[in-house]
């Protein structure tokens, strides 16, 4: 299903379309919703059903209408609360749930009613916030199912924002969308499975982004590596018959200043190595390549939005497998920056990769800041669950940058403590370094082994262990599978980017 954003000016009155939604706040008639221009008959239906209160505008409400309205035969109402907390998320949320409920209209022509009473709720421009939760919310992963796949091949969906107060623009809307599409591209790298997708498939992606906007694309080889003396990305490596890539792909605008590093660990399947993980739900460890998934995505969105900012984005890229070749606990390895570390858990393999990325980067790229994504932890789910993604760093203003780019773009971030102690159990007993620690907090523990390949440079990172997938009550995220999180997150941080202090 292609969503096709068009910004129509007609009354509502005039507007002739297969559905129409409507986004109702919480306790107010037609008019306190701000539609009091709706057509009669759809008027009625609504002001009925709030007066019977069968619906109620209440957050993650709807209802469908069908009425003999030739020109509109079909409305849906959506609640988004109460009018005073109305905000840029509870729209996109409210459109979201929309989204997901288009393919049940059978409709080809749908419109939504833009009112000042939601641009008035949020900096964003409303409009565009709404486009992204629909284009969000109306995402499928299809690719492997015969039948769904061949009705989805011919659906294309024509979406007018009703805007007859004038109160957005095309190029606002077509924004919503670019960062909704940049999401999904990312939600369909995290669910194709990892026979389809394996480091060099990833690499294959960003060589397309580099072609289509004019970017810098290296990919780095096994041998590269060597020479390079990536020891912790090739001794995961070892395991898997597929050769691991260092992907580089490098955005650059001429007014540009500074340059912020992306890093997303890639493991395109994560089987645990020697240190195997227990068969249930194994499965999942196709998604261990988000982080990749968020900064490729990110990096499409910024092809098409011109930030004025040099982006450099690196994914180390690799399976994680059990081979007869594959390391062994007690292996000692030399990492990118000279550091010995004594491999405890072949399963800790994103900290070995993510370290070589990180030392890599500092060190070619001299970034004024780095951002690294990584599914990292099952720990993080047991601290944060699903919804909120956990953030480890060395610079708070770096991380008051990060935080607010997730409220802005919904893509939460809670920093977690990083006191030095927490550090102390990855202190080698045979090397440097060892890769797991001792006792609880393994997110922390996680982060702070990575602290030693950033050579003291602005650094953020984000475990998406937890939000990357099967994420549960937002409404333009699937009900499971990989949820997208990081692109507009990372789109945001450097669309807003501000020197730091
Ligand atoms: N890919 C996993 C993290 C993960 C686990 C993501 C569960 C989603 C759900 C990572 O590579 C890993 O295996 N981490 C280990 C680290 C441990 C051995 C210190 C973990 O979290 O168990
Ligand atoms: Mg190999
Ligand atoms: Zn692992």
Not at 249 to 272: C, I, R, W
Not at 333 to 362: C, F, P, Q
Not at 377 to 395: C, D, S, Y
Request: glycine share 10%; aromatic share 4%; charged share 25%.
């Amino acid at each position: 299903m292609e969503l096709k954003i068009e910004n129509n000016n007609i009354p509502l009155k005039n507007q002739k379309l297969e559905a129409l939604v409507v986004f109702v706040a919480e306790d107010t008639d037609v008019n306190g919703s701000g539609l009091k221009d709706l057509p009669d008959e759809l008027n009625k239906q609504l002001s009925t059903s709030l007066k019977l209160r069968i619906f109620n505008g209440k957050k993650g409400s709807s209802q469908h209408f069908v009425s003999g309205y030739t020109k509109i035969p079909q409305m849906l109402a959506i609640g988004v609360g109460k009018k005073n907390e109305l905000d840029a998320e509870t729209l996109r949320r409210a459109a979201g749930k929309a989204g997901k409920m288009l393919p049940a209209l059978k409709a080809n022509t749908v419109g939504f009613v833009l009112t000042s009473l939601l641009q008035n709720t949020t900096e964003t421009d409303a409009g565009q916030v709404l486009v992204e939760g629909l284009t969000l919310g109306a995402y499928e992963f299809n690719t492997y199912k015969k039948q769904e796949n061949n009705k989805s091949n011919t659906k294309f969906i024509k979406i007018h924002c009703c805007d007859p107060e004038k109160l957005t623009s095309l190029n606002a809307l077509k924004n919503g969308k670019i960062l909704a599409d940049g999401t999904n591209m990312a939600r369909t790298l995290g669910n194709t499975p990892a026979n389809d997708l394996k480091p060099k498939d990833l690499a294959a992606e960003a060589k397309k982004i580099a072609k289509q906007y004019k970017m810098e694309c290296t990919v780095l080889e096994e041998k590269d590596m060597k020479k390079l003396g990536m020891g912790m990305l090739l001794g995961v490596s070892r395991g898997s018959r597929e050769p691991a890539k260092l992907i580089v792909l490098e955005y650059s605008h001429q007014k540009a200043k500074q340059t912020v590093a992306l890093v997303g660990k890639g493991v395109t399947f994560d089987s645990g190595g020697i240190s195997l993980k227990p068969g249930k739900n194994m499965d999942e460890m196709k998604f261990d390549m988000c982080g990749a998934a968020a900064v490729l995505g990110a990096m499409k969105v910024i092809g098409e939005i011109n930030p004025k900012l040099n982006v450099v984005a690196v994914i180390p890229t690799t399976e994680n497998m059990p081979d007869g070749d594959a390391q062994r606990p007690g292996d000692i390895v030399t990492a990118h920056n000279g550091k010995r570390v004594e491999i405890l858990n072949t399963d800790a393999e994103g900290r070995l990769i993510l370290g070589d990325a990180l030392s890599y980067v500092v060190k070619e790229f001299k970034p004024d800041a780095v951002v690294d994504l990584a599914t990292l932890t099952g720990a993080v789910i047991t601290a944060l669950g699903h919804l909120t993604t956990g953030a480890i760093t060395n610079n708070d203003d770096l991380m008051e940058q990060v935080r607010k780019a997730g409220i802005n773009s919904g893509d939460r971030v809670w920093q977690l403590p990083s006191f030095p102690e927490y550090g102390e159990s990855i202190k080698g007993k045979y090397a440097d370094l060892q890769n797991i620690g001792v006792g609880d907090s393994g997110t922390i523990i996680g982060g702070l082994f990575l602290e030693h390949f950033i050579d003291g440079t602005p650094w953020v990172h984000l475990d998406i262990a937890g939000t990357s997938w099967n994420v549960k009550h937002i409404g333009y995220h699937p009900n499971s599978g990989a949820t997208g999180v990081g692109v507009r997150l990372l789109v945001d941080l450097v669309q807003n980017w501000k020197t730091l202090k």
